[in-house]
């Protein structure tokens, strides 16, 4: 009899506690994280899944001439946010490449090239960059092609430019693509 009072009251506790543990501590955890995850969502702009960069190349590939540097970014549908801005930098290297951003220009492919409205600024600070502000953004599920002059550099070799892009929105994220790579052969050369 006192035998089967202990057993009883033992299996009580254990009802107790599990029904305490699933029905109060798990739900008050997922109900706590979604909360963060949705005042997270409201606060920081960022991509739900990265943009792409899917081809870069230079008009032309001899050394000390002007070319056009094609950079071509794809949002993709499920992104769940416009891009507002790209920052391309150039890394270190034998010779800084000169930018002309007043002569560069930005397009949205869907079919076909349409040109928008874009603020191309340089930043000569420390590093060799050229910024684009697009008064535009570009919708999920399209792709920007980006059109920039440049001055190629006089010695041949690889150069490499990182890709960065932001999305619309307060307090954006930014997202690094990875690096373009050009190489520019010298005229009469074995590069």
């Given at each position: 009899m006192i035998n089967n009072t202990i057993k009883y009251k033992y299996y009580k506790f254990l009802l107790f506690l599990f029904t305490y543990f699933f029905c109060e501590i798990i739900p008050l955890n997922y109900f706590q994280k979604s909360i963060f995850t949705t005042v997270l969502a409201q606060e920081i702009s960022f991509f739900?899944?990265?943009?792409?960069?899917?081809r870069s190349n230079a008009t032309f590939k001899m050394p000390d001439v002007i070319s056009t540097y094609i950079f071509e970014i794809e949002i993709p549908e499920n992104a769940d946010n416009n891009?507002?801005?790209?920052v391309i930098n150039?890394?270190?290297n034998l010779e800084t490449i000169t930018f002309f951003p007043e002569d560069s220009k930005a397009f949205i492919i869907n079919g076909k090239e349409r040109e928008i409205e874009a603020n191309f600024t340089l930043n000569t600070e420390g590093k060799n960059e050229i910024t684009v502000n697009l008064l535009q953004p570009v919708k999920a599920g399209e792709k920007l092609k980006l059109a920039i002059k440049a001055r190629n550099?006089?010695?041949s070799g690889i150069y490499q430019f990182g890709v960065t892009v932001y999305p619309e929105g307060n307090n954006p994220r930014s997202l690094y693509l990875g690096n373009a790579r050009f190489s520019f052969d010298m005229r009469g050369g074995r590069f």
């Open positions: 739900r899944y990265s943009p792409r960069l899917v891009l507002r801005k790209v150039q890394q270190i550099p006089l010695y």
